[in-house]
């Protein structure tokens, strides 16, 4: 069964704080994405990676960063975390190439920044 | 305007009921479509891709215009458990590589 795992469900963080979220998945897929939820907004893509050691920014990279130094795990971190970055963070995966295309999701992080 | 544009709802609808969404997208490379469902505080999860022909799974229908640039899911003898989110997404092509962007969802409450 496919499974992709995320290291908290549930985080509280202060302003200014370091913060590291982290995915796995055991299914090796070779692409790996990082988005955050917020209501009305949809899921909007920080970075994914096609790739260990690769990554790419997506849509809303700022603030963000990213590591990927195994095929299996994707690791989010949040240099300074700010109040803004209080999110729903939800961790995908996919092959690269899958007809038809699916990204399988972790369960969400709820951060909170205080 | 966001590429990917969905009436956030919520539709409340009872038992039994036949319930329709629409999705609208604006970029006319968009090349696949799917509907995914997001159970509250859960995941998304893959509910359906959407063919060009049309294509049914069960009580679940979806229909893809191209013309138009809409998809949209047909939820007939309406479930309980089929109350979720509902996403849109859309995938493309581009010049970084295939995009897949997913619209905000459409709230669906079923009553007894």
């Known amino acids: 069964d496919v499974k992709v795992t995320q290291s908290s469900r549930y985080l509280v963080k202060r302003t200014g704080e370091k913060v590291f979220l982290e995915c796995v998945q055991d299914?090796?897929?070779?692409?790996m994405f990082w988005y955050r939820q917020d209501p009305g907004l949809g899921l909007r893509l920080i970075y994914f990676?096609?790739?260990?050691?690769?990554?790419e920014k997506g849509d809303i990279p700022e603030g963000y960063s990213v590591s990927r130094e195994k095929k299996e795990r994707f690791s989010l971190i949040l240099e300074s975390a700010s109040t803004n970055q209080t999110s729903m963070y939800l961790c995908?995966?996919?092959?690269?190439?899958?007809?038809?295309?699916?990204?399988?999701f972790g369960p969400g992080t709820r951060l909170t920044v205080t | 305007r966001k590429e990917v544009e969905q009436d956030p709802g919520p539709f409340n609808v009872p038992e039994g009921a036949t319930v329709a969404f629409n999705c609208t997208y604006s970029?006319?490379?968009?090349?696949?479509f799917f509907w995914y469902r997001q159970d509250c505080r859960k995941e998304p999860k893959l509910l359906m891709s959407?063919?060009?022909s049309g294509n049914e799974d069960g009580r679940f229908t979806a229909q893809l215009n191209r013309a138009s640039q809409y998809i949209s899911l047909l939820i007939r003898d309406s479930k309980l458990s089929d109350s979720a989110t509902y996403l849109c997404?859309?995938?493309?092509?581009?010049?970084?590589?295939?995009?897949?962007?997913f619209g905000a969802g459409t709230r669906l409450f079923v009553k007894a």
């Open positions: 997404v859309v995938r493309r092509g581009g010049t970084g590589g295939f995009k897949t962007i």
């Open positions: 959407v063919y060009s």
């Open positions: 299914m090796d897929h070779e692409n």
């Open positions: 995908a995966s996919s092959f690269v190439r899958l007809n038809p295309y699916e990204q399988y």
């Open positions: 990676s096609y790739d260990v050691k690769m990554k």
């Open positions: 970029n006319s490379a968009s090349q696949s």
